[in-house]
């Protein structure tokens, strides 16, 4: 029965003196940088927000979105909507898995900010865990533990965009062969690759407790129902963001569900490369090379706008404001 438990919560783990003289080293650390850390990425957003506005002029944006469909435009908000909805649930996860959970409303408001800025900075897994920690620390989670978050939530990022791409592959292999040009082998093997990656995973976390080591790594594999939690929402965070933009080019071009989600697969996997801010020119260059035919340029245009742009601009005076409110909170308590 006690190793049930053990294995039913493998983040939970007791910590000596040594352990709590490091923990409170890092938040004296941390609680010093996290000002500058806060200016920086409010900053950095409003910066990345007329960078990429001015790319465009004011007619070109406005006959680009007028171009869309009302409907379709709706609907690609909607999808976008949908996704940093899910994007909340890996928060809301990983701090079960870290043993620290927290109301959703406070783990979708870290989650939001980090995101949406994370997303459009570049290096997200720094950039959004600098304001993640900037939350969490407020709310008595230590960096170890902010840090088990942000690993368990790239974990989630990948079982999601493995999942999509298996049923991309697997299920509309002619398809995919178009918009590649790869042979059907190829594309075969790529997606059962990608379906037993994740097969892989979830074998690990229903038959193995102990910590899985790679190297210098170590990742604490979470219990089965945390794992299958996570291939869901993670899948269906790509699968909106997908819907999102196959919403914008179905305008212009007659492409199916599927096929988009192929695209916005190999699209997003360059992104990860590559860490550009916002995968900016990565995405359009991926779209436009698969779908030569078309005028995509006005489609891509409003799901930059509608799934980065507009969440790029609440995320930023979210945390402004946050900053504000912990502030006069941290006042007053003094006084």
């Known amino acids: ?87 909340t649930g890996f928060d809301y996860l990983a701090l079960r898995y870290v043993g620290r959970p927290l109301a959703y409303p406070k783990a979708a408001l870290a989650s939001f900010t980090s995101l949406s800025l994370g997303h459009n900075i570049g290096l997200a897994f720094l950039s959004s865990g600098a304001i993640r920690y900037r939350f969490y620390s407020r709310w008595g989670l230590t960096a170890g533990e902010v840090a088990k978050v942000i690993l368990f939530c790239g ?16 299920l509309r292999t002619e398809l995919a062969q178009q918009i590649t040009g790869l042979e059907r082998p190829i594309v075969l093997a790529a997606g059962w690759a990608c379906l037993l990656a994740v097969a892989a995973y979830l074998v690990l976390a229903a038959m193995r407790c102990r910590p899985l080591r790679i190297y210098h790594w170590t990742f604490e594999v979470p219990p089965l129902r945390l794992a299958i939690a996570q291939v869901i929402v993670g899948s269906c965070n790509f ?59 006005g489609p891509l245009v409003v799901f930059r706008f509608v799934y980065f742009l507009v969440p790029l601009a609440l995320g930023g005076a979210t945390l402004a404001v946050t900053e504000l409110l912990f502030r006069r909170r941290n006042a007053a308590r003094k006084n």
């Open 1 to 87: 029965m006690s190793t049930d438990r053990r294995c039913e919560d493998p983040a939970r783990a007791s910590t000596g003196s040594a352990g709590g003289r490091r923990t409170a080293g890092k938040k004296t650390l941390f609680r010093g940088w996290g000002p500058i850390i806060a200016i920086a990425a409010i900053s950095l957003a409003v910066f990345l927000l007329y960078r990429t506005l001015s790319r465009y002029s004011l007619d070109e944006i406005t006959s680009s979105v007028m171009a869309i469909p009302k409907s379709r435009l709706i609907m690609s908000g909607a999808f976008a909507a949908a996704s940093y909805t899910c994007l």
């Open 155 to 170: 974990a989630t990022v990948g079982l999601g965009l493995a999942t999509l791409g298996a049923m991309a592959l697997l």
């Open 239 to 297: 699968a909106f963001v997908a819907a999102c933009l196959h919403q914008a080019l179905a305008a212009v071009a007659d492409v199916a569900y599927l096929g988009v989600a192929s695209i916005y697969v190999i699209a997003n996997t360059a992104v990860l490369i590559s860490h550009v801010p916002g995968g900016l020119g990565v995405i359009e260059s991926v779209v436009m090379y698969f779908l030569p035919q078309a005028d995509v340029i």
